[in-house]
């Protein structure tokens, strides 16, 4: 069964640094997203993307965050300058149909941690 | 600011039970609805979506929607050791504005006890 997959599975980094979160979405699917869930916190969305543009994105994707489509196959989020409290879990989703009765796939995620 | 609301239990069920998780919203916009289940430290999983007032049956699980009260319940009946979990209600937005964004509740944590 096809599924969404996400490398690296753990990445640890210095208050600072930047870091690439890296997705495959499921190989048919046009709407790409990510999410993030601090622990013990809720799942909240961070952006969504469709077309090479970001479609929408909310107020926590702020101007240290960017995505991109590189290829045809991956996508990509990226921290300029990470903060503590950047630490999370990072969640890619796709799906192929964002009408009435779209349905989103999760990827397993990346654990962040910055120190 | 479309807020998802879920008792966040813990709920303890014996195995065989019937369990019992709702969820209300607070945006009449939404217009789908999904349940996922999430083991700690993994991934949300889809279990059931529901558009439509009324009830959807998959297997032991049932999703139910109440549109007017806002309200969206799944029912996990001869509940398992390993539905033990975190099940997440998430509610999606209006077509018209945004591409799907789901806004998730805090989820509610079952153990189903043997």
């Avoid at chain 2, 806002?70 to 591409?99: E, F, K, M, N, W």
Wanted: hydrophobic share 30%; net charge negative.
């Amino acid at each position: 069964e096809p599924e969404v997959t996400q490398t690296p599975s753990h990445q640890v980094t210095q208050m600072g640094q930047e870091v690439i979160l890296r997705c495959v979405p499921i190989s048919n699917h046009l709407y790409f997203y990510w999410y993030r869930q601090i622990l013990g916190q809720k799942v909240e969305f961070l952006v969504s993307f469709y077309n090479n543009e970001i479609s929408e994105k909310s107020e926590i994707f702020d101007d240290q965050f960017s995505v991109e489509r590189p290829d045809g196959s991956n996508f990509t989020l990226k921290i300029r300058s990470t903060k503590l409290e950047d630490s999370a879990m990072y969640f890619c989703a796709s799906s192929d149909n964002p009408g009435p009765q779209e349905t989103q796939y999760f990827g397993p995620g990346t654990r962040l941690l910055v120190l | 600011q479309k807020e998802v609301e879920q008792n966040s239990g813990p709920l303890s069920v014996p195995e065989g039970a019937i369990a019992s998780l709702n969820c209300t919203y607070s945006d009449r916009v939404s217009q789908s609805f999904f349940w996922y289940r999430q083991y700690s430290g993994k991934s949300p999983e889809l279990i059931m979506s529901i558009y439509s007032n009324g009830d959807k049956e998959d297997g032991r699980f049932t999703a139910q929607l109440n549109k007017a009260s806002q309200y969206v319940s799944l029912l996990i009946r001869d509940s398992q050791p390993s539905d033990s979990a975190t099940y997440l209600c998430a509610a999606g937005t209006d077509r018209g504005s945004t591409l799907g964004r789901l806004y998730f509740g805090r989820g509610t944590q079952l153990t189903v006890w043997p």
